[in-house]
């Protein structure tokens, strides 16, 4: 191993441990075996190694990507491309909030890279008339919203406690730039109304358990119903 690569492969692994998501230039340098005067040769400041870092994590994670069989349905791939970016994220908080962060100046290629791997899913989709809006405007729609929930659980679980709530989201970014196939439509509408008045009247029950008088349940019930109506609430997510 070069001492470029040893550099980043030192500051890749800080990076994972590091309960606040900082390591030293000293740190690193220990920890690859060099002096801290070859870290700024090689890479101009700290900001450039961590740069060069970002891209070799996300590298790692567009190579499976790369690797991976196109299936029949693009839209499943549009499904488990989120599902693993926010997989992603997860594994590699750190690293993850990086690649998004203005403090190390120009955007990372592999966010571009990551960008044209969503993009060519969305233009799958439109050849098959799947697409109600252009693939350009489909993939920043879904990236941003990808990147939000996935910042979201990593930088403020307590407020995100519910992992689930990448998939609601996911639904919910997928229904808005995609067309049922036409033969389907009519179907799905009426499911989808369906399943959306249920959900609504769970919804307006749930906020209203507390404000029953008298209350007509013990404590014990009332826990139980909320439970219950929360789950009819949530129901409106598919995997």
Same mark, same amino acid.
């Given at each position: 191993?070069?001492?470029?690569?040893?550099?980043?492969?030192?500051?890749?692994?800080?990076?994972?441990?590091?309960?606040?998501?900082?390591?030293?230039?000293?740190?690193?340098?220990?920890?690859?075996? %060099?002096?801290?005067?070859?870290? $700024?040769?090689?890479?101009?400041?700290?900001?450039?190694?961590?740069?060069?870092?970002?891209?070799? %994590?996300?590298?790692? $994670?567009?190579?499976?990507?790369?690797?991976?069989?196109?299936?029949?349905?693009?839209?499943?791939?549009?499904?488990?491309?989120?599902?693993?970016?926010?997989?992603?994220?997860?594994?590699?908080?750190?690293? $993850?909030?990086?690649?998004?962060?203005?403090?190390?100046?120009?955007?990372?290629?592999?966010?571009?890279?990551?960008?044209?791997?969503?993009?060519? %899913?969305?233009?799958?989709?439109?050849?098959?008339?799947?697409?109600?809006?252009?693939?350009?405007?489909?993939?920043?729609?879904?990236?941003?919203?990808?990147?939000?929930?996935?910042?979201?659980?990593?930088?403020?679980?307590?407020?995100?406690?519910?992992?689930?709530?990448?998939?609601?989201?996911?639904?919910?970014?997928?229904?808005?730039?995609?067309?049922?196939?036409?033969?389907?439509?009519?179907?799905?509408?009426?499911?989808?109304?369906?399943?959306?008045?249920?959900?609504?009247?769970?919804?307006?029950?749930?906020?209203?358990?507390?404000?029953?008088?008298?209350?007509?349940?013990?404590?014990?019930?009332?826990?139980?119903?909320?439970?219950?109506?929360?789950?009819?609430?949530?129901?409106?997510?598919?995997?």
């Amino acid at each position: 191993m070069d001492t470029r690569s040893a550099l980043i492969e030192a500051t890749a692994e800080l990076l994972a441990h590091s309960p606040g998501g900082d390591v030293s230039t000293r740190a690193i340098s220990e920890a690859a075996g %060099v002096q801290q005067p070859v870290l $700024y040769r090689l890479f101009g400041d700290k900001n450039g190694l961590l740069r060069a870092t970002v891209d070799h %994590v996300w590298d790692q $994670y567009l190579g499976s990507k790369r690797a991976a069989e196109k299936s029949e349905d693009p839209l499943q791939d549009l499904r488990a491309g989120w599902d693993s970016h926010t997989a992603f994220a997860l594994a590699h908080p750190n690293a $993850y909030k990086l690649m998004f962060s203005s403090a190390l100046g120009p955007e990372p290629e592999a966010a571009e890279e990551a960008m044209r791997i969503l993009r060519e %899913v969305l233009e799958r989709l439109a050849k098959q008339g799947r697409l109600r809006v252009t693939p350009d405007v489909g993939a920043r729609m879904v990236m941003s919203a990808n990147t939000g929930v996935a910042l979201a659980l990593i930088t403020r679980p307590a407020l995100y406690p519910d992992l689930a709530l990448s998939v609601m989201v996911r639904d919910a970014i997928h229904r808005a730039i995609l067309l049922a196939p036409a033969a389907d439509t009519a179907t799905q509408a009426a499911d989808a109304a369906a399943q959306d008045a249920r959900v609504a009247a769970a919804t307006t029950l749930l906020s209203f358990v507390d404000e029953l008088t008298p209350r007509p349940f013990t404590p014990a019930e009332s826990a139980l119903l909320e439970q219950w109506l929360a789950q009819i609430a949530g129901s409106g997510r598919t995997s």
